[in-house]
């Protein structure tokens, strides 16, 4: 539908269709009697309870219209909070667009927190000289209650500022949970209370990879960031990667190596070098005492163990150590997540593997989903975010492959691993590591656009997903990243607006 009109000033309308959106609504119900034209007497009504989400709506319509949006009562824009349906997903929520105005409903904040994205990319994401709002019904909700990324703070360390505005891009795409990998061989990431060296000596100066740095969270900066994601229902997943990957803390207290001597520090990609000593008392004191303080900073349910690539350490000793150190989790009252390697050992009830293989070979996960475990899927060759997209990519890493968009977009988690199907699915997460990386910008072009990829897996019915249809409603994101300031990467596989 091309339509002309006379506006120098702002940018020329164009209506949406009600599905361009992602992740693709469950439902969407077009209905082209019913386009809603936004008038300059606009305002938001919701009751107080939705008060939080209403002010945003309203800043969302500011931008794209330029009208004043106050909030009052019975506006042509309303909210409704109705949690008299106990079967609905949290998350779940209607939209209807009439001629007359729009009518948001969910049973919680979070499902209008959902709604109001979906909303807000059916809107111009800048001043537009009028706005038209196609009519009709979306009734959606989540394939899978955990849809994740993660950030590796550890081998670059992002600002709290940083993290707050990928916190707030991610949240657009209905990504609900960011994990932190905060600590590794090269640095430690997070103040912890009673071991003040973990920060000092590797949250140091030149505990990046190559020497940069410095950079750590305070407690205070975690639990504001923690709040921060809060506001944009995105719940915050600390790591703290045990066994192995641990010579930052080794550097800061060589009581934690094998004969008390000090190491190295190291500012290099090796990996599999380091580990704890499950022989000596003082790891499990250390241990517990770090994931004692995370569970007292973390209101979010789960707390991330590590557990990957302990190559220095025995079979007998990882059992040993897993088996000691995973039931502290809970006594702190989280659920403990490990990447898949921790499913060689009987884990508690609640232990959630996160499978990042790219064979076959499952990694003892297909046990633990029989057993009852609930899995987070992350296979490196369709989910890592540091992978190149090509041959041309000037970030990044291969060592999974290349993964261009439409590889990242074109498989289901469900497929993955036999006897890991859909019942046994927590969720998807997309890791995204920084061993190449040096800036949000950087972190923005290998996330953008692969993790709305991950993001729709995660969130529409596996029957309704397309490429073709992504890839098409894919296109219309380039000018949205642009006027959000986003450094997304401009692949050829798109036709990009
Ligand atoms: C493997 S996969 C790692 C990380 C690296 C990453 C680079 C996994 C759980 N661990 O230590 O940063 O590869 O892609």
């Known amino acids: ?20 959106v992602i992740p693709l609504p469950a439902s969407v119900r077009p209905d082209a009697s019913a386009d809603f034209r936004i008038t300059s007497d606009v305002s938001v009504s919701a009751a107080p309870a939705a008060a939080a989400v209403a002010d945003e709506l309203a800043e969302v319509l500011r931008r794209s219209t330029g009208f004043p949006v106050p909030r009052g009562e019975d506006g042509a824009v309303r909210l409704h909070l109705d949690d008299s349906d106990e079967v609905k997903s949290p998350e ?33 994401e800048s001043l537009a000289a009028e706005v038209v709002l196609p009519g009709g019904r979306i009734e959606d909700e989540p394939r899978f209650a955990y849809r994740g990324t993660m950030l590796d703070l ?49 949250g140091g100066e030149g505990t990046g990879i190559d020497g940069q ?86 209101p979010g349910p789960f707390l991330h163990i590590g557990g990957d690539e302990a190559l220095s350490t025995t079979a007998e000793d990882y059992r040993t150590f897993m088996t000691r150190v995973l039931p502290m989790a809970g006594k702190y009252g989280k659920r403990a997540i490990g990447w898949h390697e921790m499913a060689a050992v009987d884990l508690p009830p609640t232990a959630v593997p996160q499978y990042w293989r790219i064979e076959p070979a499952d990694g003892g ?17 369709r989910s890592y975010l540091d992978m190149k997209y090509d041959d041309a990519s000037p970030l990044g890493l291969d060592w999974a492959g290349l993964l261009g968009v439409e590889r990242s977009y074109d498989w289901d988690p469900a497929d993955r691993l036999p006897g890991v199907g859909e019942e046994s699915l927590l969720g998807v997460e997309a890791p995204l590591w920084s061993e190449t990386l040096r800036s949000l910008a950087d972190v923005h072009y290998m996330a953008f656009p692969r993790l709305l ?20 409603r894919l296109a219309e994101y380039g000018p949205r990243f642009e006027a959000q300031g986003v450094n997304y990467h401009r692949s050829p596989e798109i036709d990009w607006k």
């Open 1 to 20: 539908m091309e339509r002309q009109f006379m506006v120098s000033r702002v940018s020329a309308p164009t209506m949406r269709q009600l599905g361009d």
């Open 92 to 124: 779940s929520y209607r939209l209807d667009i009439a001629a007359d105005g729009v009518t948001l409903s969910a049973p919680t904040q979070q499902g209008l927190f959902a709604g109001l994205q979906t909303l807000r990319q059916l809107l111009p």
């Open 154 to 202: 550890a081998r670059h360390f992002y600002s709290p500022a940083d993290i707050r505005s990928y916190i707030d891009t991610i949240a657009q795409f209905k990504i609900n949970y960011l994990h932190l990998h905060l600590t590794d061989d090269q640095g430690w990431r997070l103040e912890i209370e009673g071991w003040p060296r973990l920060t000092e000596v590797s």
């Open 213 to 298: 740095g410095p950079g750590f969270l305070t407690a205070q900066e975690y639990t504001d960031l923690v709040a921060y994601g809060e506001t944009r229902f995105v719940t915050i997943v600390p790591e703290i990667d045990l066994p192995g990957h641990v010579n930052a803390a080794q550097v800061a207290y060589p009581e934690l190596t094998t004969d008390g001597e000090p190491v190295q520090p190291r500012t290099d990609a090796e990996v599999g070098y380091s580990s704890l000593v499950a022989d000596k008392e003082i790891t499990y004191t250390f241990v517990e005492d770090v994931i004692r303080v995370v569970a007292a900073l973390t």
């Open 365 to 381: 996960v297909t046990r633990a989903a029989q057993a009852g475990h609930q899995v987070i899927m992350s296979p490196a060759d």
């Open 453 to 472: 990829a991950i993001a729709e897996i995660g969130w529409t019915p596996r029957a309704d997903r397309d490429w073709t249809s992504f890839r098409r």
